[in-house]
């Protein structure tokens, strides 16, 4: 007896289903119920594995030719300043930074202490993941201009190798701690670390004496002028409320905030 169409017609359906089902074992899409999802998403920068290998490599010092071994300024004409922060204190307070400086699209040097960097070691991928520069501000920001030889040699040279275990780099810039000028020994020192030029400043913010957002801004934008390098710090809050006025203040007077290394490199 001949099939009545409607049980051909349920056969038909059948048999696809089937097929679906065993295309699905070979790469299609199943015709049953979803299984779990698939992240599809872009994967995510990579960060600094548990062991603390770098996960990209992070530019290097270079020694800029007619410049001098300590650097306090930047070429005048040039409408650019940079912001230099010394890296130490509440991480948080350095992300608030970070996000400031980004949301104005400003880029910052970092010079970072190597304690800080061992407390914090995401610290350092996120400045540089933000186009920022990072240095060494020495391994735990003491006097470095009062100690001896070998002693000053282990903080420059401590920092910069937690620079380079971190980021793959020992950092753009030296700038030593608790002092404005490297003395004589200190420059010498930091060239043997690998640091042809040593940061100084041309203004100073005075922030780390917490004298009010107010106050930070007076003292930025009553000296800076085009080829300023500025010293502000990491882990105040008055210098988190300043940024912003401070970096529009800037563009008003046609002023842009790069890193150091695009202030002095021509």
């Given at each position: 007896m001949p099939s009545h169409p409607d049980r051909r017609a349920l056969l038909r359906t059948t048999a696809a289903a089937v097929a679906g089902t065993l295309a699905a074992g070979c790469g299609a899409d199943p015709a049953g119920p979803p299984g779990p999802p698939v992240d599809r998403s872009p994967a995510a920068a990579p960060r600094p594995s548990a062991g603390g290998r770098p996960a990209a490599t992070a530019p290097a010092p270079r020694a800029l030719p007619g410049l001098p071994a300590q650097i306090a300024h930047g070429p005048h004409g040039r409408p650019q300043v940079a912001l230099t922060f010394h890296g130490n204190g509440d991480p948080a307070t350095a992300r608030a930074l970070l996000g400031e400086a980004e949301k104005a699209g400003a880029r910052l040097t970092v010079l970072a202490v190597g304690s800080?960097?061992?407390?914090?070691?995401?610290?350092?991928?996120?400045?540089?993941?933000?186009?920022?520069?990072?240095?060494?501000?020495?391994?735990?920001?003491?006097?470095?201009?009062?100690?001896?030889?070998?002693?000053?040699?282990?903080?420059?040279?401590?920092?910069?190798?937690?620079?380079?275990?971190?980021?793959?780099?020992?950092?753009?810039?030296?700038?030593?701690?608790?002092?404005?000028?490297?003395?004589?020994?200190?420059?010498?020192?930091?060239?043997?670390?690998?640091?042809?030029?040593?940061?100084?400043?041309?203004?100073?913010?005075l922030d780390f004496t917490s004298p009010g957002a107010a106050a930070v801004l007076r003292n930025v934008t009553g000296t800076v002028r085009p080829g300023s390098v500025v010293s502000l710090h990491f882990g105040y809050a008055d210098t988190v409320d300043?940024?912003?006025?401070?970096?529009e203040e800037l563009t008003r007077r046609g002023l842009r905030a790069v890193t150091t290394t695009e202030l002095l490199t021509p």
């Open positions: 800080w960097l061992d407390e914090q070691p995401a610290m350092a991928r996120r400045i540089l993941d933000g186009g920022h520069e990072l240095g060494n501000h020495t391994q735990r920001h003491l006097d470095v201009n009062a100690m001896t030889e070998a002693d000053a040699y282990a903080e420059i040279d401590g920092c910069a190798q937690r620079l380079h275990r971190l980021t793959g780099s020992i950092g753009t810039w030296f700038r030593p701690s608790r002092a404005r000028y490297a003395s004589p020994l200190v420059q010498r020192l930091a060239r043997r670390a690998g640091y042809p030029h040593v940061l100084s400043y041309d203004v100073d913010s300043a940024l912003p006025a401070l970096l």
